[in-house]
């Protein structure tokens, strides 16, 4: 079946230090990506998508790449903001259409000034 | 309103109550899902309907769960007869259907406490 593996958080950053969060995952056929941002308090957020292999997706500063050849989709930001402090998920859909999304366990980011 | 609305946004059951959740979604959605999200993990899957038909349900862990659409928009999930392990966050999505995966927009979800 299809998994979504990514790091165990919490992560601890400074202000302005550059994040990565990995995410890995299994899936038949060519899925699509997703990550997804909970705010303190607030509902799931999309924060960006890619569709195919070596698609970027991108907002608010943050960014990450299908690469279909190490089957990840690690999220990265060149310089963090407290703002940034959430839950990330990185969750997929099955290639195929389907829109049922298999999420991984989450990472928290805390963002020190 | 604008977003997915669930209700009530905390519900505490003693063991062995029934509860039913409810799931606004957003106007014109097409899609609902269901997905429980226990303390410390990601949400899994329960449910999915596209209008009233209630597609997939392969993710419901017993048969004391059970959710219904039945005019196509407004969304209930119920729970018979809970059990301490079915505490957990109940979330509510919506999207769009289009030919490729389309955005879900979550609600805030129910926290359910079986005590």
């Known amino acids: 079946g299809n998994s979504v593996t990514q790091m165990e958080g919490p992560v601890t950053l400074s202000e302005e230090a550059f994040l990565t969060i990995n995410c890995t995952y299994t899936a038949t056929g060519y899925p699509s990506l997703f990550w997804y941002v909970q705010y303190p308090g607030e509902g799931l957020q999309l924060l960006l998508k890619?569709?195919?292999?070596?698609d970027k997706g991108s907002n608010k500063g943050f960014e990450a790449t299908y690469r279909k050849e190490t089957t990840s989709f690690h999220l990265e930001k060149g310089s963090v903001q407290v703002s940034d402090s959430a839950v990330y998920f990185c969750a997929l859909t099955p290639g195929g259409g389907g829109n049922k999304l298999t999420f991984g366990t989450g990472t928290q980011l805390k963002v020190e000034l | 309103g604008a977003g997915v609305s669930q209700s009530p946004r905390y519900k505490v059951a003693k063991r062995g109550q029934d509860v039913a959740l409810r799931c606004d979604p957003i106007s014109g959605h097409v899609s609902l899902f269901w997905y429980q999200q226990a303390l410390g993990q990601g949400p899994e899957f329960l449910t999915y309907?596209?209008?009233?038909?209630?597609?997939?349900k392969s993710g419901l862990p017993s048969d004391r769960f059970f959710a219904e659409r039945p005019e196509g928009s407004v969304s209930t999930l119920k729970i018979q007869r809970t059990q301490q392990e079915d505490s957990a966050v109940y979330l509510c999505a919506s999207s769009l259907m289009g030919q490729g995966p389309t955005e879900a927009f979550f609600g805030q979800g129910t926290r359910l406490t079986v005590v």
């Open positions: 890619a569709t195919k292999a070596d």
């Open positions: 309907f596209q209008n009233e038909a209630q597609l997939d």
